[in-house]
Nanobody
Framework: QVQLVESGGGLVQPGGSLRLSCAAS????????ISWYRQAPEKQRELVAL???????EHVGSVKGRFTISRDSAKRIVHLQMNSLKPEDTAVYYC?????????WGQGTQVTVSS
């Protein structure tokens, strides 16, 4: 069973930066797609960015140009670098793995953008 553990969340002022990490229990090459989602209070969970095991990436909507997804295959970690953070980025951020035959979610990490 693949496991994902997120870290790196916290409280940051508007305009600041955070880097989230998603540590996988298996080789990233065995996971076709790893994604970051977020869920704000009373809102639906939404896709933020994804990266395939071939290295292609996609960033969605308002995070384009501010967030960057990347991976460190040797350490089996996927990062989400978040710059120019805004209050509307406040949410619980989840790591998600799309596997051959199922999906796995991490436990989430809270990001709060506030002055």
């Amino acid at each position: 069973q693949v496991q994902l553990v997120e870290s790196g969340g916290g409280l940051v002022q508007p305009g600041g930066s955070l880097r989230l990490s998603c540590a996988a229990s298996t080789s990233l090459e065995d996971i076709p797609i790893i994604s970051w989602y977020r869920q704000a209070p009373e809102k639906q969970r939404e896709l933020v960015a994804l990266i395939s095991n071939l290295g292609s990436t996609e960033h969605v909507g308002s995070v384009k140009g501010r967030f960057t997804i990347s991976r460190d295959s040797a350490k089996r970690i996927v990062h989400l670098q978040m710059n120019s953070l805004k209050p509307e980025d406040t949410a619980v951020y989840y790591c998600h793995a799309l596997l051959n035959g199922g999906t796995v979610w991490g436990q989430g990490t809270q990001v709060t953008v506030s002055s």
